[in-house]
């Protein structure tokens, strides 16, 4: 078997490195050697991917452990305590002091605020343009302003926290020792606006979660610190980049772009199937430790290897989805698992949904002749991709 | 000790594998959508983890008396 060197080339405009697809084909668990921490397995079907994200013998907390050389990205492995490297029960623990404020109900109770935000970007966007740059106009702005106001973030300080949050996402954007250095800066950030929280609560996320540590012991100064750091950093790069990236594959297919014109009722659908088909997931992030000897695909793990799995090929998977390379609005079972799958399944995975419905909506709705200005130039080296700019007219 | 009932509204349940995850024992996956493997059960917490952490609170769990332990409103 041929040991790889992953993670693979990068390609442009979301294009989606076809070695997953030969992979997937011939070698559906493959071994790959990572820059640093040597060789572990890559998996790329839908149901070993599922296995590997939610079955108990895959641990991700076993990457925490004293002394453990972890297949990776950078030279150095990860030290403080976060949800996405801990399991149940311990990431049980974290989950459920938020869990409530993001299920479907109370996140639909925010559509009308998101409705709001969005109105009021898409009249400025509208007043100084065309054209408009959609990533500043819209997509940013969206996310952030609603993961602030749920967790008491001031909304002012969002360039500085941007700023962070692009070095803390990044793979090979930023050297290593100013993508560590982003991560410090973004804790020494929540850490601050904890103090000030613990003298002044508010009706928010992190004042609950201050509670929850300062009244109950329920969670440890390092653990929520790091929580808000993730919930801050996860609650918009993703739907951001997401937004942007829908917009474009969207303005790029005018014969999707008609019909869900034509048909709105389409879009909760349109919405389900660009998540499956957007290849917002970099690569080599959050692996896998097996902690006993587990069969995928024929290949044998054995305890203590990494294993790497790739939602966005496991939703391109053609013993699940028929004619997965196509952009299809009218699939009627579309189990994808772009929001993970197991106890790590995303949390904000409602309010993602919610936001990218109200905003690739209502932007269709307020601008029908909406097109590219331009090329479209894409961020690289991160661990989630989305376009730099996105440059529109109308 | 009296027992709890575990029901999952399987028309709501989106297959996240969340419920799987945090009580094995007690749900699993069967077609895409979730099915308590028994019900009723000996009380266990992590039932009650399982029906608070799913997002679409599509999990009920009950007291033998049939009052809701799980999810808080």
């Known amino acids: 078997m041929e040991t790889r060197s992953y993670p693979f080339a990068e390609l442009d405009q979301l294009e989606i490195n076809p070695t997953y697809f030969e992979l997937q084909r011939d070698e559906p668990v493959a071994r790959v050697r990572l820059p640093y921490g040597g060789e572990g397995w890559l998996a790329t079907r839908y149901e070993d991917v599922k296995t590997v994200l939610a079955d108990a013998r895959f641990s991700r907390a076993a990457v925490m452990e004293p002394g453990a050389d972890v297949p990776r990205t950078l030279p150095t492995m990860p030290t403080d305590t976060n949800i996405l490297s801990m399991d149940p029960p311990d990431h049980t623990r974290l989950r459920k002091l938020v869990a409530k404020a993001f299920t479907a109900r109370r996140t639909e109770q925010l559509r009308e605020r998101a409705q709001g935000i969005v109105d009021g970007l898409l009249d400025a966007m509208e007043e100084q343009g065309p054209p408009a740059n959609l990533v500043e106009a819209l997509a940013m702005p969206l996310p952030i302003t609603i993961i602030c106001e749920m967790l008491g973030v001031p909304i002012e300080d969002r360039d500085q926290f941007r700023a962070w949050s692009e070095g803390a996402v990044a793979i090979t954007a930023f050297t290593p020792e100013e993508i560590m250095a982003a991560g410090q800066a973004l804790r020494g950030y929540i850490a601050g606006l904890v103090e000030r929280k613990r003298a002044e609560p508010a009706d928010d996320m992190l004042s609950v979660l201050i509670a929850a540590r300062d009244n109950e012991d329920r969670l440890s100064e390092p653990e929520l610190v790091s929580f808000g750091v993730t919930l801050l950093v996860a609650g918009h790069e993703t739907t951001a980049n997401q937004i942007g990236n829908f917009v474009f594959h969207l303005l790029r297919r005018p014969d999707r772009l008609a019909e869900l014109r034509s048909d709105p009722s389409l879009l909760p659908a349109a919405i389900e199937e660009l998540l499956r088909f957007t290849a917002l997931g970099g690569s080599a992030g959050f692996p896998r430790i097996a902690t006993a000897e587990v069969e995928l695909s024929g290949v044998t793990i054995k305890p203590g290897e990494a294993v790497f799995v790739n939602n966005v090929t496991a939703n391109r998977d053609p013993s699940v989805f028929a004619n997965p390379h196509e952009l299809d609005f009218h699939r009627e079972h579309n189990p994808h698992i772009m929001f993970g799958h197991g106890a790590h399944h995303c949390i904000g995975a409602p309010l993602a949904r919610m936001e990218l419905q109200v905003a690739i909506g209502t932007l269709l709705k307020r601008f029908p002749r909406l097109s590219l200005d331009g090329d479209v130039t894409f961020k690289r080296g991160r661990l989630i991709r989305g376009p730099q700019a996105l440059p529109v007219r109308w | ?73």
């Open chain 2, 1 to 73: 000790m009296s027992e709890w009932t575990i029901e999952v509204d399987r028309g709501a349940c989106l297959g996240t594998g969340m419920c799987t995850s945090i009580a094995p024992d007690h749900f699993r996956l069967d077609g895409g959508t979730s099915t308590p493997v028994k019900s009723p059960v000996d009380p266990d917490d992590a039932v009650v983890d399982a029906a608070e952490s799913c997002p679409m609170e599509a999990i009920l769990v009950r007291s033998a008396d049939g009052a809701v332990l799980a999810p808080q409103p």
